[in-house]
């Protein structure tokens, strides 16, 4: 009999926990892993609002695979997933190939939500990928460097940033404070840049305690963001963004960060799910379907009172853990354990040495926010790699 | 009675070097000088290719003006020329106020020539100004990060460099040093990218000497350039370009140095040109009017062969020495002197640790001709602001 085959569909943070966690704890010969991911490394996407704004090196946010995972234990598979068929236990690659396995997990992530709003999908960029960024980082160092050909132009040097959640936020005081030595390296006068967040509901940080929010629009003030709540995006089109009270506003960078959907090859499968989100059981498998698990952001699960966890990276990478001994334990034929999520706490960035969080039940301003901001990471480069890893990759300063 | 006006256009080698040198010879209260200039800053024309390729920063090339003249002694205007009337002896500017003028040095540099081929005006780049070369070096890293978006589509990756003279080929060379570097920043690998160079005339340097010339293919030949010589550009689209023979070369990235000629603002003042140069006397002045002189690229001068001489920075330089000495000359009733280019040698750099370029009757090569360009540009440097500016702006390394 030969070993059972395991097919993990993404390196995010749910799918590589799930992987280094059955490199770790399965014996040998026990199961054969295939890890299938579209790039050979693995990126932190809590973080990408830093190569997005500049302010840090692509290489500071992404892990390769190879110095996180024995590929003599893990079969990695650099390929795009095209979509999965849960009848034939097949999976479809880009490249035309199928890959047969015996359980499946699906962390296939997130994708941009842009609730239907005209022109968005076509002309805002989103935070999504490291490729993504890196595009909107050359995008707006170009829209820059393109001033001088009109310096009645505003459009040029006004960044909008659509949605004021967490990576808006974080995106978007990322970007405050390097504007001085981009407005240096391209001879812009700092007047002539408008940083602008626009946001539909209420207030900044949608459902986040008001003393942290009130602590948030203090320093978006001091940085000089615009910032519009209660507001709207009607439409986006390649010169801007028009508002639902007619307002238009130039601006040749929008970036949309107001909302993710699950990923729509998860929709295609048939497997049920909200808005792109399966809603898995108590060992995280998709209903009706005992050896396929869906971690991380493909996946939904609620609280005691019905509410959803919203997706996080904790979370995920929870659960990828949960994954992976629920798969042995299946293998084992042993028991499996429910998955509980213990979330530790919630903390956003403000720049490089401000922000604002909740650990536990004590709130979180300013510089110590972001010194737990830079442990919890390293807490993660510390699970997944070690100390090389957290010494490579974490960012101390 | 009054002290006579001299208005000085254009803070390139030859207006600036004009304005330092009466700076320096007059007497208090011999003259009034004014100096107008589009910046407030001079740049290194000859340099400009290290920007552009983003090998340099913009602040080695360039020179605040306040660093080299006295601004007690000479009126600085930080204006846009936007003509001159040689009748009523007035320049008009872009902000429609008027200078008076008794004595004008037109120094406004060249333009870049397009010979009429099509396209190349509205989709081609040109290394003519710091604000230009910025926006060569965004644009082709902003096309690098975009290549993920489709690696099958080669135009991202294709830079196309019209016109293999001195600044097409410092400007490949330098950007073909950076591509290893560029390939890491945006995970590109190097045969994905096609660094091209495309010459009309049947080598690549026309009109250099054939050993240099030689020198120069196989450099370019070792660094991956691939040059196409005896090749016209037929069109220019925002897709590409395409070749006298049909060939289409997909490329979002056409740099144009296929040739310059003089400020089209010189030939619409009446001023009798050739390709929009004047012609100047023996003393460097317009023929016809005597208070009126033309230095650097918007002049021309010939030789005993009658052969004009390729518009230089050393010739500009000089010029510029010559129209000072000539005209505190007028002012004092003192005769003139004809001007006598003492032309030292040409040199050109193949990026950083090489070069080729004949000093005197010398041929030099490789590393020696980059270490005497960098002795040339530090004999400027000292020309124009001594000590302090050659440590500052001078590239030791």
């Not at 004021?164 to 001879?187: H, K, M, Q, S, Y």
């Amino acid at each position: 009999m030969s070993a059972p085959k395991i097919v993990i569909l993404g390196a995010g943070y749910g799918g590589l926990m799930t992987a280094i966690e059955l490199q770790r704890q399965m014996s040998y010969n026990e199961a054969e892993v295939v890890l299938v991911n579209k790039h050979d490394y693995h990126y932190m996407t809590t973080h990408l609002h830093e190569p997005a704004a500049g302010t840090t090196t692509d290489d500071k946010v992404r892990i390769d695979l190879k110095d996180l995972l024995d590929f003599d234990r893990i079969t990695f598979v650099h390929q795009t997933v095209a979509g999965f068929d849960l009848d034939t236990r097949s999976v479809q690659l880009a490249d035309g190939s199928v890959l047969d396995y015996d359980y499946l997990v699906v962390a296939l992530g997130s994708e941009p939500e842009t609730f239907g709003i005209e022109g968005l999908r076509e002309h805002a960029f989103s935070i999504r990928s490291l490729n993504a960024v890196r595009v909107i980082r050359e995008h707006i160092e170009y829209m820059f460097s393109r001033y001088h050909e009109n310096p009645d132009n505003p459009a040029f040097t006004t960044i909008v940033v659509g949605g004021a959640g967490f990576t808006g936020i974080e995106f978007v005081t990322e970007l405050a404070e390097r504007l001085p030595a981009l407005c240096r390296t391209f001879d812009i006068p700092r007047e002539k840049v408008r940083l602008i967040s626009v946001e539909a509901a209420p207030s900044v940080m949608p459902g986040f305690d008001p003393k942290l929010v009130a602590y948030t629009m203090e320093r978006l003030k001091e940085m000089g963001v615009e910032v519009y709540t209660n507001t709207p995006i009607q439409s986006c089109t390649k010169d801007g963004i028009t508002l639902a009270d007619g307002t238009h506003i130039p601006s040749y960078s929008v970036i949309w960060t107001g909302g993710v959907r699950g990923n729509r090859i998860v929709e295609a499968s048939g497997l049920e799910t909200v808005r792109g989100r399966v809603k898995v059981d108590a060992y995280l498998r998709a209903p009706g379907y005992d050896n396929v698990f869906v971690v991380g952001d493909s996946s939904v699960i609620f609280n005691k009172e019905g509410r959803p966890y919203p997706p996080t990276a904790q979370l995920a990478t929870q659960q990828g853990k949960a994954c992976a001994y629920n798969l042995l334990s299946l293998i084992r034929n042993q028991p499996m354990k429910p998955f509980e999520p213990h979330l530790l706490g919630t903390l956003a960035s403000l720049g490089r040495w401000e922000g604002i969080g909740i650990v536990g039940k004590m709130k979180l301003y300013g510089f110590w926010a972001s010194v737990m901001k830079r442990l919890s990471d390293m807490r993660y480069l510390w699970q997944i790699g070690g100390v090389s890893i957290v010494l490579r990759k974490g960012r101390f300063l």
